[in-house]
């Protein structure tokens, strides 16, 4: 008998849109001989639903479908609840494989809910979801480590209704240009590059509209370099390096997923010694957060002087047609197929 999979897609977050791309990829790409996948879609107001096939993920008809589906926390229960017209159906559920991208997906939370009722979920568990999700604290355990990162200041969007003394606390620590970005959101959503006064206001505002944490941080001169990290602990294993080729100033969210001229490069080249350190600094912080299944770690490579700066870790990344993680797996000799099966068989080795 087939194991049911449950894909959860969609979301609350600002990367709604993005989910749902990277699920129809997760989906067609699952082993349909050992798995049956259970289409579960959360709409932007928070309404769980029942999705019938792909191509209503990718028309966006799921959006409008009457069957509600509740995952429920009672571990005897161990499913999915589908109420349609009053009446129940319970689907038990053999894994959760959450493609969900931002808050309320990848921080935790729904970890959290997969947790109680007791069902093996890819990907990484409550603690590292959420202190890989929360910028700030990310950089606070990355501190320890010792491994080289951006100088920042974290502002609370509380502050900003005494918006000069913000603007001086930065200004004290930080020259311009300076990088604004939500301390918990992901595609690049909210993020701002501002080179005066004036733009660090509107940058300010613009992501706290994503947060109430916020991040100020210098601006690093250099190449853009991610690392996908598959494993857990002792046994996480590095691939090898992909390079974003931004078509605008940054890797903006525009830049990501709208414009065409945005580039990425597998293995690229870099000085002696670096590519092994930015693997190694990849694994470490994976480790270090309590990394789980997969992870994608992003880093600088300052040319100005010729230091690796670790940026952030995603631990959903996109599964998108553009998107690095599933790329630089392939490089590997991973198929797309392969990955999500080792993903899979990886939930029932979760100590």
Same mark, same amino acid.
């Given at each position: 008998m087939k194991k049911k999979v449950a894909v959860l897609f969609g979301g609350q977050s600002s990367e709604h849109d993005v989910s749902c791309v990277s699920a129809t990829t997760i989906i067609e790409h699952m082993n349909r001989d050992i798995y049956e996948p259970v289409l579960i879609g959360i709409r932007k107001d928070g309404r769980w639903l029942k999705a019938d096939s792909v191509d209503a993920i990718k028309d966006g008809s799921w959006r409008d479908g009457q069957v509600t589906a509740v995952i429920s926390p009672d571990r005897s229960q161990h499913g999915v609840i589908f109420l349609t017209d009053g009446k129940a159906e319970l689907v038990k559920l053999d894994y959760v494989f959450p493609v969900l991208? &931002?808050?309320? &997906?990848?921080? &935790?939370? @729904?970890q959290g809910l997969v947790e109680l009722a007791g069902i093996p979920y890819v990907g990484c568990g409550v603690l590292?979801?959420?202190v890989s999700m929360d910028k700030l604290y990310t950089k606070m355990i990355v501190d320890t480590l010792g491994i080289c990162q951006a100088a920042y200041v974290p502002v609370m969007s509380c502050e900003l209704a005494d918006m000069d003394a913000v603007i001086a606390g930065v200004e004290a620590k930080l020259a311009y240009p300076v990088f604004v970005k939500p301390s918990n959101a992901g595609s690049s959503q909210g993020v701002n590059k501002a080179h005066d006064r004036g733009e660090l206001i509107y940058a300010l505002t613009e992501?706290?509209?994503?947060?109430?944490?916020?991040l @100020?941080?210098?601006?690093i001169v250099g190449r853009e370099i991610e690392c996908a990290v598959l494993g857990n602990g002792r046994e996480a294993a590095a691939s090898g390096l992909g390079e974003i080729l931004a078509a605008d100033e940054f890797y903006s969210y525009e830049a990501k997923y709208y414009n065409v001229e945005s580039k990425t490069v597998l293995g690229p080249e870099l000085p002696a010694g670096k590519t092994e350190e930015i693997r190694e600094n990849a694994c470490r912080i994976f480790r270090a957060v309590d990394g789980f299944g997969l992870s994608r770690v992003d880093f600088f490579y300052?040319? @100005?002087?010729e230091r690796v700066v670790f940026n952030e870790i995603n631990t959903l990344p996109g599964f998108t047609s553009i998107s690095m993680y599933p790329m630089l797996w392939e490089k590997e000799g991973y198929s797309k197929k392969a990955l999500i099966d080792k993903l899979l068989e990886m939930t029932e080795t979760r100590g």
């Open positions: 991208h &931002g808050l309320y &997906g990848e921080d &935790g939370t @729904v590292a979801s959420a992501a706290a509209k994503h947060d109430r944490k916020i @100020v941080e210098e601006t300052d040319t @100005v002087n």
